[in-house]
């Protein structure tokens, strides 16, 4: 009987712990600051979720991010002739 609790129990932990885990990836996917770890969490989500639409658009948009250069272009910074 102990050993029913017990597993009752961890399973209740678990699944607790796997909820937040996804409350945060959610949160992350949605709202994150730091690019990697939104793309890593919308990618989790659109894992879980193939028609996850704005998982998809946030996980392109942080991609962009990624990609975009910070500060001035060399172009704009070279003076005309």
């Given amino acids: 009987m102990r ?5 009752a129990l961890g399973m209740l932990v678990t699944g607790g712990w796997i909820t937040t885990a996804r409350a945060d990836e959610k949160t992350e996917c949605r ?10 969490s919308c990618t989790a989500l ?7 639409a704005v998982a ?5 948009s942080a991609y962009q ?3 975009t250069p910070i ?3 060399p172009t704009t910074t070279r003076p005309s002739p």
């Avoid at 050993?3 to 597993?7: D, E, F, M, R, S």
């Avoid at 709202?31 to 890593?40: T, W």
């Avoid at 659109?46 to 996850?52: L, N, V």
Wanted: proline share 3%.
């Fill in 3 to 7: 050993a029913l609790i017990a597993l």
């Fill in 31 to 40: 709202d994150g600051k730091d690019v990697e770890l939104k793309i890593r």
């Fill in 46 to 52: 659109i894992e879980r979720d193939t028609e996850d």
């Fill in 71 to 73: 500060g001035p272009s």
């Fill in 65 to 67: 991010t990624r990609a």
């Fill in 56 to 60: 998809y658009y946030n996980r392109a």
